[in-house]
């Protein structure tokens, strides 16, 4: 058998292979490769700022070594500014089912912004490209080195001459105050055989369309999609936050080869069609390419100094430089880098029908000259974006780079992950000293944060758990981190969970233990629900999904990340108690306020928007707020001070709660606050029990309620029989 022509830049070996010059200039926009119905053509454009020579490089499915035609860029003809472009005619493709690029250019020169890696003999996948093909041969290491990686590398699939995908009537939800995010993994949501998904849909996004009723059941009303772009899962990247290419879908999460398109589609359609927002978790702050010895798929044999940013320290200026902790950052001051990812967002946005991004460590995007600039040109992109000033916008606002910690401080129109939420709740049920004032302004949509500027409450995305750290069911489980299976010697992962094991770490069989842990669980899903703001539930806490303690499982695709759906009558109970509070909030618009809550009064009334209590029925002091061993506490809203408007233009009214907190290990009387003649308090809630419910009777203000010790309670109130 002969040996595969390697792809060199011997100027013979070009000439030999080079199609005729029967090319057309074609033309600089759109970027990537589009297909030209009217005159049978396809049109390939790519920046490269600094490069010399690009060639492009069809291949058939027959031969995935050697190009059926290379075609080289003149620079005269085929180049715009610092575009490359031409036109192919569909005769001549010559079967090609799928491209890639050769670019060669100057060597690094040494300086700051100019550090080139061409490498002529790689073949490269274009930034643009709406679908990846990994041919069987892939192999990782083949993209280190200079060495030719024919035949082992990704291409670019050219579309194909088909209908346009039918949405039928899709119509987009836009959830605003009913807004309930559930964080998932799309194979680990159905890769289980348990999971009662057909086998050849297991881990696919088809699989998430069979699960569709449990999350219509369940009652949110958006997924958060972990990262869908496509990625190299050969490399321990089972989350798939080391992204190779921004506009495709990730080949595996299809049910059927080269389906990861269309598949997409009818799942959003479908999700939609139930009522569903899909957000999907998006990474433009690094790519899977890694600092200057890892692989080079795409952009940094592209165009190396202008879609990455250099070390900040004049003294070492070859480096990448690192906001990420993955090696290299995306140097999205650069207009080129803006362009690439602004048109991402509006592919997924318009052709494909999704409904919002959360960006991850979005502060890496705002990084002007390396400093963090909330009022960058990328904001002002976003902004006066027809298509995506109307999406749902959500930061991850922090990133490892120095001044990185953003919370609180991105534009309107943006929606953050609210850390400081999740470090406060977690605090006060471990029972941690001084969080009461800390706590009050969480319950309340975290108005410290985000009453400036014009935001609102539903700016704060309130989560006590996410994919990064531990699940619930761990976060009650285990005092430390358990990561050893994933190889690094237990030293990847946080080493502050603010987590408590209730008095043993991991599995437990002691009845006290295992109680309280159930009762912390169902106090932190309650805390959650019940605060104003927008609740973010990561996928498979409501029914205990343990990762043994590992908190940092981006490795594991396998038992460890997967959901398990065998529910026993404890885990069933769990899911029956979320799926109440998940009603409760949807049912009752006090519970989740378009504005601050700043203690108003009704009119004509002594009643306030927001009241607080302690549990000797008096409310709460400044003194009380700053003293550190308040752990008890309660909090009344008003429905009936309800400042807004529906839909229909009607002022909004809902009943009255009483949300009771108990962080203390002994049960607390608390006295209930008196309210009008002729009304009693209702017990709806309790965490107590397994599925939060109490049978009492009703209790006038000034009665005392027994709250249990590390417990959580809901009261309404409700005119006497």
Same mark, same amino acid.
């Given at each position: ?10 100027? #013979? ?19 990537? &490769?589009?297909?030209?119905?009217? %005159? ?27 190009? &059926? ?12 500014? $610092? ?50 093909? =990994? ?27 088909? !209908? ?84 495709? +879908?990730?080949?595996?999460?299809? %049910? ?26 998006? &990474? ?59 048109? %991402? ?26 400093? &963090?600039?909330?009022?960058?040109? =990328? ?31 991105? +534009? ?111 106090? =932190? ?19 205990? $999904? ?29 899911? #029956? ?11 009752? !618009? ?7 809550? =700043? ?41 009936? #001070? ?26 607390? +009387? ?42 959580? #309670? ?8």
């Amino acid at each position: 058998m002969a040996a595969p022509k390697q792809i060199q830049t011997n100027d #013979a070996l070009i000439q030999l292979m080079t199609s005729s010059w029967a090319a057309a200039d074609g033309s600089p926009t759109p970027l990537g &490769v589009t297909r030209i119905a009217a %005159s049978k053509a396809y049109n390939f454009s790519i920046y490269s700022k600094h490069s010399t020579r690009v060639r492009l490089l069809l291949f058939s499915a027959a031969d995935l070594v050697n190009p &059926v035609s290379i075609y080289e860029f003149d620079q005269f003809r085929n180049r715009t500014g $610092r575009i490359w472009h031409m036109s192919i005619s569909e005769n001549e493709l010559r079967n090609a089912q799928y491209y890639a690029y050769s670019i060669d250019g100057p060597p690094p020169t040494g300086h700051q912004h100019e550090w080139n890696a061409f490498k002529a003999a790689k073949i490269l996948l274009d930034p643009f490209a709406t679908a990846a093909f =990994f041919p069987p041969a892939y192999e990782r290491n083949a993209a280190l080195g200079t060495d030719s990686n024919a035949g082992k590398a990704l291409l670019g699939v050219l579309p194909k001459d088909e !209908p346009l995908f039918d949405w039928e009537d899709d119509v987009r939800p836009r959830h605003a105050g009913d807004l309930i995010i559930y964080e998932m993994h799309v194979r680990g949501f159905t890769a289980n055989p348990n999971s009662g998904v057909a086998a050849s849909e297991r881990g696919t996004f088809a699989g998430v369309v069979e699960k569709i009723p449990y999350l219509k059941d369940l009652g949110i009303t958006a997924v958060e999609l972990m990262p869908v772009y496509e990625f190299d899962d050969s490399e321990p990247n089972y989350w798939g936050y080391q992204p190779i290419n921004f506009f495709s +879908p990730h080949a595996k999460y299809a %049910s059927r080869e080269g389906g990861q398109i269309n598949e997409f589609r009818e799942m959003v359609k479908a999700l939609h069609r139930a009522g569903i927002e899909v957000l999907i978790d998006v &990474v433009y702050n690094h790519t899977g390419e890694g600092n200057e010895q890892g692989p080079t798929f795409s952009l940094k044999g592209i165009d190396n100094s202008t879609y990455y940013m250099d070390s900040p320290d004049p003294n070492n200026p070859y480096p990448y430089a690192d906001y990420t902790g993955t090696g290299n950052t995306l140097h999205c001051a650069n207009s080129a880098v803006r362009q690439l990812v602004v048109d %991402s967002l509006r592919y997924w946005a318009r052709e494909m029908h999704v409904d919002g991004f959360r960006f991850d460590l979005a502060s890496t995007l705002a990084r002007e000259l390396h400093d &963090v600039d909330r009022l960058g040109a =990328f904001f002002d992109i976003i902004h006066q974006d027809p298509v995506l000033s109307q999406v749902k916008l959500i930061a991850e606002p922090w990133d490892l780079g120095e001044g990185g910690y953003q919370v609180g401080n991105f +534009p309107v129109l943006w929606a953050e992950w609210n850390g400081e939420y999740r470090d406060t709740v977690r605090r006060f049920w471990r029972g941690d000293e001084g969080q009461a004032g800390g706590l009050g302004y969480r319950l309340t949509g975290s108005s410290d944060l985000y009453g400036k500027g014009g935001r609102r409450p539903y700016a704060s995305i309130n989560y006590v758990t996410a994919h990064d750290g531990f699940t619930l069911h761990d976060l009650v489980s285990y005092n430390g981190k358990h990561n050893a299976a994933n190889g690094e010697e237990n030293r990847d992962g946080t080493d502050e969970n603010l987590s408590w094991n209730c008095g043993a770490e991991g599995p437990a069989d002691d009845p006290a233990i295992t109680g309280l842990r159930e009762r912390q669980k169902r106090n =932190f899903l309650a805390t959650l629900l019940l605060s104003q703001g927008v609740p973010m539930v990561c996928g498979g806490d409501e029914i205990e $999904r343990t990762q043994q303690g590992n908190n940092n499982a981006y490795c594991q695709d396998n038992g460890i990340s997967w959901y398990d759906w065998r529910l026993d009558r404890t885990r069933r109970d769990l899911l #029956a108690f979320t799926r109440r509070l998940v009603a409760l909030r949807r049912q009752h !618009p006090v519970l989740r306020r378009r504005q601050f809550l =700043f203690g108003r009064r009704i009119r004509g009334s002594e009643v306030k928007d927001v009241s607080w209590f302690r549990s000797d029925g008096k409310e709460m002091t400044e003194e009380c707020w700053r003293d550190p061993h308040t752990r008890c506490l309660g909090l009344r809203l008003a429905g009936d #001070a309800i400042p807004e408007m529906d839909v229909q233009g009607d002022r909004i009214a809902d009943d009255t709660f009483l949300i009771l907190l108990n962080a203390h290990h002994d049960p607390q +009387p608390f006295l209930l606050p008196a309210h009008r003649p002729g009304v009693r308090w209702e017990v709806v809630l309790d965490s107590r029990t397994p599925d939060g419910r109490r049978r009492h009777r009703l209790m006038k203000g000034g009665e005392a309620y027994d709250l249990d010790g590390r417990c959580l #309670a809901l009261l309404r109130l409700r005119a006497r029989p």
